[in-house]
Structures are given as C-alpha cells and as structure tokens.
C-alpha cells in the first residue's frame, strides 16, 4: 500500500531522516513517536506523496513517487485521508461545507453524498454543529471535523499528525475511539503522537505497531513504552 525503502530526507543541506525502511500494510495500525522535532511530519509528507525523498523509494499503492506526475499524486492522494496538526479550514463555509471539499475539488457530485455526508457528520458528533462556521468551533471540533473532511473520500489510509495535540484527554479518548473504529473498517492507520500516554491508552483496543524516530532513523519502541 505504502512503502518506504531506505528512505532519507534532508533540507537546506542536513539530513532530517536517515535509512527509512516502512511498510503499511491494508488494515494495519501504527503509532508513530518521538521528540518534537525528530522528523515525524516530515515521514508522514514522505507517506503521502508531499515530499520525495533525497534518497531510496517511496511507492505509493505500487507506484514509486519519482515516476509518478502531479495527476498520478493527486489520484494517489485520493486514497489517502491526511488529517493535519494544524488543521485549516475556509472560514466562509460551513463545517459540513468544509467536510465535503474534497468530493467537490474531485468532481463528485456532493449533492448525491448528502446521505453520506450527514452519516459521518453524525459519527463524528458534529450534526448539531453542521451549520456553523469554523471560528466558533471549538478545538475538539475542528479535529472532529478535519477527521470527517479526512475520510469523506473513503480513503484506504488515514494519517493523523498529532491529532489530539490541542484538545484535552477525555477528546482525545473520543478522537482515538473514532480511529480505532475506522481501523476495525479495514483501514490503515497511522498516527504521529508524542503523547506516550495516549498509545499506553489505546493499546489494549488496538493491534498497533509503535515505531519512534531517534537519531534520524525508524525503530520499533520498547516494551517499556
């Protein structure tokens, strides 16, 4: 689905990653760990096409990114759900508006995704805040949101930057809920978190793989974690 082979990444002539090697498999879950700065957004833009490596390969669902054109990424991205640690939104729409962009940039026809639509804004908790405009939602609202805009598409893969890095624990319980549930649909899962106690709490619910960046590399964490 998504594979990385010795991987490296560097920018402004440092090396941010190093000897990346990553599969995520149909259905897998994985957390993704490490001190602010190590590198975790940057492994995660390397997943989904954003970023091409400086060195090794990155094949996305078979393609290696390198051979693949500004078309052949965007169908790619299609596929995959990306929820951002800084999710933005256009504040002139509506949160169900917001939600339903990606149908509207990908030509579907979002009138016949009402049923849809309203589905997921309910699985999200979002139904009485449909109408509302994203300034006046609050910080667990708009990662519920940028959640749902995340897999409207139906996406094989959802990943997560610090998804619950603005909202307190009891969101983030919710939040981890709503991606365990997805991940029981068939969904790959990755999350980029630095909060050790938010996967202690979810891996009793969960068969998830913990991997940490440390010294530019990709290792499994300890069972100590």
């Not at 879950?29 to 490596?53: D, M, Q, R, V, W």
């Not at 990662?143 to 959802?158: H, N």
């Not at 890095?165 to 365990?180: F, T, Y």
Request: hydrophobic share 45%; aromatic share 4%; net charge neutral.
């Amino acid at each position: 689905m998504i594979e990385l082979e010795n991987v490296a990444y560097s920018y402004g002539g440092a090396e941010l990653l190093s000897d990346i090697t990553l599969k995520l498999q149909p259905g897998s879950f994985h957390f993704l760990t490490g001190p602010s700065g190590a590198g975790k957004t940057t492994l995660l833009k390397l997943c989904y096409g954003a970023l091409i490596p400086t060195a090794g390969f990155v094949h996305l669902f078979g393609q290696d990114v390198r051979a693949m054109g500004r078309d052949d990424i965007a169908l790619a991205r299609r596929r995959i759900g990306v929820v951002h640690q800084d999710c933005q939104f256009l504040n002139h729409l509506s949160v169900a508006e917001n939600i339903a962009l990606p149908l509207t940039v990908s030509d579907r026809d979002a009138a016949a995704e009402q049923d849809n639509l309203r589905e997921l804004t309910e699985w999200v908790g979002l139904t009485a805040r449909a109408d509302a405009l994203p300034p006046e939602l609050s910080g667990g609202e708009r990662q519920r949101a940028a959640l749902a805009r995340a897999v409207i598409m139906s996406p094989d893969a959802i990943l997560a930057d610090e998804p619950t890095g603005n909202v307190d624990w009891d969101m983030s319980q919710r939040l981890m809920r709503l991606l365990v549930e997805l991940n029981r649909m068939g969904k790959t899962i990755m999350i980029a978190t630095h909060d050790l106690a938010l996967i202690r709490a979810a891996k009793p619910h969960v068969q998830a793989r913990v991997l940490r960046i440390s010294n530019r590399r990709l290792q499994l964490a300890g069972a100590d974690l």
